[in-house]
């Protein structure tokens, strides 16, 4: 026997914490039911610990907050909604009772009002998925249409859970490829940091010592480098240009910002983002593997295959993704098999194309594109670990290189000045 803290609510919705002796934590969590109480959280003492959050939001359920419904969540937010919503249900307690529970203890005022607005409408006689639907800011129709299956099933409870799983491996793709862009930020500032300091602070002594000198003539590197320290330190010329510069980098940014709002604009850049070197294959990878985890979480959850494609269409993030999706859309309607007009897109590789078919002709085709997906989610995390690892020596090759110019500038006229008084000397 072990002991097992838990986190659970009770019948009027208040939330508890406390220990219990069993077995294993499904023992654990029969007792808590056993005794009324509907666990969120159970953990073995040794193995881990009752989740912070967990309990701060309980603790500030009492609290009255005020929100404004129609405003737009964060992924993790509506992550940990999905995932406590299942639980909840899973436990027994009923759709209505869960809401009101949550809408208690959530600490996020957007959040809150929605989760409200939810127990009215539900309460007024609609249904779960109609509810969602007058929300499609924060719940998208990937959730609606999964929800409205799971709700026709019987499964919501499992729907749910679904959900928070493909939430929960959606945001983590995102945080990997995010994570693999800051290094090079990072490192970019820095270069330019000390490109600044040098050439504001360190040049301008230089300069001036081998000014003092007079008649030496200096090698084109050091003329270059005091030169452009010059332009920086002139304020006649630095702050017009910064200005212009600062300027007219705004209006190209926001001027493009919105031209890729356009049609053509969209369908431009959603291109060069898959065929651009190294970020472009890591970019088809993440597109095939939201493609096919979406098609194949809505198929297992019981959509129609047409709908289904319907909505991996609207929520691929990618036009040129969308325009394949719906040509697969078309042909499956006319009545093809999904892997023709797959393979013709030219977007999926012939591995997913063949994948696909075997779970075609197995009957097991939501099943496989879950595989695929998780094959390459595997690939999108090794491309991006492996373009971490090349631009780590890259930017640091090219930090030591422009430092290094900058030093060599400055010491190879230091280093001729003493040669020659030394050759003076002799």
């Known amino acids: 026997m072990a002991n097992f803290q838990y986190i659970a609510l009770d019948a009027k919705g208040e939330q508890t914490t406390g220990v219990v002796q069993a077995g294993n934590d499904a023992e654990a969590i029969q007792q ?17 610990s009752l989740a912070a959050g967990a309990k701060k939001r309980g603790a500030k359920g009492k609290k009255k907050v005020k929100g404004k419904t129609g405003g737009k969540l964060k992924p993790k937010i509506l992550m940990i909604f999905t995932r406590q919503l299942a639980t909840l249900i899973d436990s027994g307690l009923p759709l209505l009772r869960g809401l009101t529970v949550l809408g208690k203890q959530e600490p996020n005022p957007v959040l809150k009002a929605t989760i409200d607005k939810l127990s009215e409408s539900v309460q007024g006689g609609s ?5 969602l639907g007058q929300h499609p800011k924060i719940f998208n129709k990937l959730f609606v249409n999964m929800v409205k299956a799971g709700e026709l099933g019987g499964v919501l409870e499992v729907v749910l859970k679904r959900l928070a799983e493909y939430q929960e ?34 040049v301008p002594r230089f300069r001036d010592m081998f000014a003092d000198m007079g008649g030496q003539e200096l090698p084109l590197i050091s003329r270059v480098v005091f030169g452009f320290s010059d332009w920086m330190l002139a304020r006649d010329v630095i702050l017009p240009n910064s200005v212009w510069l600062l ?45 096919t985890r979406t098609l194949g979480t809505l198929v297992t959850s019981g959509v129609p295959i047409l709908q289904a494609l319907n909505i991996t269409r609207d929520t691929a993030g990618n036009v040129i993704v969308s325009d394949a999706i719906d040509k697969v859309h078309e042909a499956v309607k006319e009545g093809e098999s999904i892997v023709s007009p797959l393979q013709s897109t030219g977007i999926f590789p012939n591995l997913v194309v063949s ?35 090349i631009l780590e020596p890259i930017m640091i090759v090219i930090l030591a290189l422009v430092v290094g110019a900058i030093v060599f500038a400055l010491f190879l006229p230091l280093i001729k000045v003493i040669q020659q008084m030394q050759s003076g000397g002799g």
Do not use: C
């Open 169 to 202: 491996k959606a945001h983590k793709l995102k945080g990997k490829i995010v994570s693999a862009m800051v290094y090079p930020v990072i490192v970019m500032f820095i270069a330019v940091a000390i490109l600044t300091f040098l050439m504001l602070f360190i």
């Open 247 to 291: 300027g007219g980098s705004v209006a190209i940014w926001l001027g493009m910002a919105a031209w890729g709002r356009t049609k053509k604009g969209r369908r431009f850049v959603d291109n060069l983002k898959l065929k651009i070197p190294i970020f472009g294959d890591i970019q088809q990878k993440s597109a095939i593997a939201r493609f």
């Open 355 to 389: 994948m696909v078919d075997v779970g075609e002709e197995t009957g097991q085709l939501p099943e496989m594109l879950l595989k695929i997906a998780d094959v390459y989610d595997d690939e999108v995390d090794g491309a991006v670990t492996a373009l971490t690892s």
């Open 127 to 131: 249904t779960f998925s109609e509810s």
């Open 32 to 48: 808590l039911r056993s005794q009324g109480l509907y666990p969120t959280q159970v953990v073995e003492e040794g193995k881990g």
